[in-house]
């Protein structure tokens, strides 16, 4: 592919309904009984154990990572009709609150919920298992706020594996299906150093991409700075810098300090484990350790994402809608967005029907004159699969 100085600048900002198309759970549907039943079938997950801690409990006492799952979505839906939260970034958000304030109300609310679990026959199709029913009858007492909300980190990194599981293991997915024909056309257009992607999901359908075009044998593109093991300053010229600011379920946080290290950068870059670490997981679950990361775990990433947006001719949002619960990225990207030379187009992908669309275009309106906002109505595979380059740079 040729490097022309007159080549523009996009950045590509993606959201949840970027992997939707392709299997992915919305956030607000993250938890779920179609989610619990993906989980409830990969064996791997269902592999994962955990010690249990507390009074009278044996030190060898282990629960299933599929029990506690199960215990998660029951938590969950259950405090969905108990008027606690009304959504999966609200829950994971609260879940977190009771975590850090264990003497709070918000803690109370929570372990008062999970007496409930065995109250309720059935809640918007769910009810204890059988094998759950046992484990909750000897352990109950240990189910604590702390406990539940390290194991929805779990369900969530897991949920974000699964969809993919397919793709891993039959690369021809990739490389031939239908359903992944849009991203193809989409990673072929991409213009290694002038192109940058921002993404807010923690799966791994970027790097599938790359693995289909490195059997292309195209190695110059999606280069992240840490699964490459390089600083954000020395990210090659001929590659698509992929800034991922909440995170990824391949990312594990090895350092007691606020750094990332990455075992996966060294040992298995092409692997999704943060499911089988969830207390070290680097993935942005909404919540103070959310709204740490710009400063903090993930700097090194949110500011030249930053510098990339202020400076780009176009910025396409992918099936990112500025969710209630992610404030500090929403104020963010506005401010980057709104430091960019007037010129530049922002587009917006959310679908044909999407509420959210009045809402995304608003704010972005903020930000330069209307007309330099464009609305499209269509869904990411639809998107990815009409539109063209030059039709990002104009009205």
């Known amino acids: ?17 970027f992997s939707v198309p392709l299997g992915g759970p919305l956030f607000r549907a993250l938890i779920s009984i179609t989610t619990l039943r993906a989980l409830g079938s990969w064996k791997h997950y269902a ?16 629960i299933s990572a599929s029990v506690l799952s199960d215990l998660v979505c029951g938590l969950y839906l259950v405090g969905v009709t108990r008027k606690l939260w009304d959504d999966a970034e609200q829950f994971l958000e609260r879940l977190e609150t009771a975590t850090v304030e ?10 008062e919920t999970l007496r409930y679990l065995d109250v309720f026959p059935e809640v918007h199709g769910w009810s204890l298992a059988n094998n759950t029913q046992e484990v909750w009858n000897r352990h109950k007492t240990q189910l604590s706020p702390a406990l539940m ?6 369900y969530v990194a897991g949920a974000c594996t699964a969809f993919l599981l397919r793709a891993e293991q039959n690369p021809r997915i990739v490389d031939e299906s239908e359903q992944w024909d849009p991203y193809r056309r989409w990673f072929k257009m991409l213009h290694p150093g002038h192109d940058t992607v921002v993404s807010f999901n923690y799966d791994r359908v970027p790097d599938l991409l790359a693995d289909h075009g490195r059997r292309l044998q195209r190695r110059d593109l999606f280069m992240s700075p840490f699964v490459d093991g390089k600083t954000v300053e020395g990210l090659a010229p001929n590659a698509v810098p992929l ?29 999704s484990i943060a499911h089988l ?18 400063s903090g775990l993930l700097k090194c990433l949110w500011e030249p994402a930053k510098a990339a947006l202020r400076s780009a001719d176009a910025i396409v949002f992918v099936g990112y809608r500025f969710p209630e619960t992610d404030n500090l ?52 595979e639809d998107f990815l699969a009409a539109y063209e380059r030059n039709g990002l740079f104009n009205g």
């Open 1 to 17: 592919m040729g490097r022309s100085a007159t080549v523009k600048k996009v950045v590509w900002v993606l959201g949840a309904g």
């Open 102 to 111: 264990p003497g709070g109300d918000l803690a109370r609310d929570v372990r």
């Open 149 to 154: 909300h390290s194991e929805a980190v779990r």
């Open 243 to 271: 800034y991922q600011l909440h995170g990824h379920v391949s990312w594990r946080r090895r350092s007691s300090d606020m750094t990332v290290e990455l075992e996966s950068a060294r040992r298995a870059p092409d692997k």
């Open 47 to 62: 592999e994962q154990q955990r010690c249990m801690e507390g009074e009278g409990v044996p030190k060898d006492v282990t």
């Open 277 to 294: 670490h969830p207390d070290e997981a680097v993935i942005g679950i909404p919540g103070q350790t959310k709204l740490g990361m710009p």
């Open 329 to 380: 990225a929403k104020r963010t990207l506005l401010d980057a967005v709104k430091a960019n030379r007037e010129d530049a187009y922002v587009h917006i992908v959310l679908g044909a029907t999407n509420a959210d669309t009045p809402r995304v275009q608003a704010m972005l309106e903020w930000t330069r004159p209307k007309n330099r906002v464009r609305v499209h109505p269509l869904w990411a």
